[in-house]
């Protein structure tokens, strides 16, 4: 199985307040993608990476910015959270390639903005 | 981005019973994919398939898609109590996964 954690997996921030949200990786895919989860939508993509410094937006990326520094972790940052960004945030890592790409995810990181 | 829609959105039967999950969309894709996710988890895969009027079976779980690779479908026989949980369609578009609203299926004892 492929071998990712999210870091931290529960944080309760204040508006207006900086959070950034960790994924790391234990092997060596090279693409990797933030999502949240919010009731009644599934889950929607924020940015993701295909290679390090390499990423692209999703479909709901404003508020959010991602880094690549190395290929193992994949850094999701709210600049100046809002109530609107209370959600539960999952990181996922490609684990095949070609026409099926499949992913793989981690167990989630709960956010509460205030 | 190319929407996938999910019927219903919430499902909840007896034990034994059977169901169909429906996942529809008025684009192609390359390949659909399904997901379970229980609470409190990350969804985990189901199956893939890939080729217009594909099936493929899962234990008592079958997954069809779309001979115009539009849409699939979900069909559980005789569904268990274990089968609970959040059950998600997601469609390649290029280098992105772009998943559907879900299915909530409570099972009854």
């Known amino acids: 199985d492929a071998g990712i954690t999210q870091s931290p997996r529960h944080k309760v921030t204040e508006t207006g307040t900086p959070v950034t949200l960790r994924c790391h990786q234990t092997?060596?895919?090279?693409?990797m993608y933030w999502y949240r989860q919010d009731p009644g939508h599934g889950l929607r993509l924020i940015h993701y990476?295909?290679?390090?410094?390499?990423?692209d937006k999703g479909e709901v990326s404003d508020g959010y910015s991602v880094s690549r520094s190395k290929t193992e972790d994949f850094l999701l940052t709210l600049e100046s959270a809002t109530s609107s960004q209370t959600s539960v945030y999952f990181c996922?890592?490609?684990?095949?390639?070609?026409?099926?790409?499949?992913?793989?995810f981690g167990e989630g990181s709960r956010l509460t903005v205030l | 981005t190319q929407l996938l829609e999910q019927s219903p959105q919430f499902l909840s039967i007896q034990e034994g019973e059977n169901l169909t999950v429906y996942c529809n969309s008025s684009?192609?894709?390359?390949?659909l994919q399904w997901y379970r996710q229980e609470p409190g988890e990350g969804p985990v895969l189901l199956v893939t398939?890939?080729?217009?009027?594909e099936v493929k079976k899962l234990k008592r779980l079958t997954f069809q898609f779309g001979d115009a690779r539009k849409d699939s479908s979900l069909h559980i026989t005789a569904a268990q109590p274990g089968d609970t949980g959040l059950y998600l369609c997601?469609?390649?578009?290029?280098?992105?996964?772009?998943f559907g609203a879900g299915t909530i299926l409570r099972v009854k004892s």
């Open positions: 990476s295909y290679g390090v410094k390499d990423t």
């Open positions: 996922a890592i490609r684990t095949t390639g070609g026409n099926t790409g499949e992913l793989f």
């Open positions: 997601a469609g390649r578009d290029g280098n992105k996964l772009v």
């Open positions: 684009s192609v894709f390359s390949s």
């Open positions: 398939v890939v080729t217009g009027g």
């Open positions: 092997e060596n895919h090279r693409y």
